[in-house]
Nanobody, 120 residues
Framework: QVQLVESGGGLVQPGGSLSLSCTVT????????MGWYRQAPGKQRELVAT???????NYLESVKGRFTISRDNGMNLVYLQMNSLKPEDTAVYYC??????????????WGQGTQVTVSS
């Protein structure tokens, strides 16, 4: 069974930094991409950043230049370094893995979420 466990959220002042990490356990036939999503109160969940198995990255426009996603070569860990944080970055951040449990069937796996609050 695949499990994702996030860590690193918390309270930070505007302009500060936080680093999130996500540990992936369990086995998959292959992983397509790993990423981070967020959901603020009253809003839909949105993609923040993804990194594919090939290393290509994609970012939400509003976080470009401030956030950096990275992963380990074994695709068991994915990180999100968040700099120059703004109050509008406040949300619950979710780790995501899109992977194939079998050669023909892919699934999105989610962590439990970690709260990031940016406030003075």
């Amino acid at each position: 069974q695949v499990q994702l466990v996030e860590s690193g959220g918390g309270l930070v002042q505007p302009g500060g930094s936080l680093s999130l990490s996500c540990t992936v356990t369990g086995s998959l036939f292959s992983i397509v991409a790993m990423g981070w999503y967020r959901q603020a109160p009253g809003k839909q969940r949105e993609l923040v950043a993804t990194v594919t198995s090939g290393g290509s990255t994609n970012y939400l426009e509003s976080v470009k230049g401030r956030f950096t996603i990275s992963r380990d070569n074994g695709m068991n860990l994915v990180y999100l370094q968040m700099n120059s944080l703004k109050p509008e970055d406040t949300a619950v951040y979710y780790c995501n893995v899109r992977g194939y449990a079998s050669p023909t069937s892919w699934t999105d796996y989610w962590g439990q979420g970690t709260q990031v609050t940016v406030s003075s």
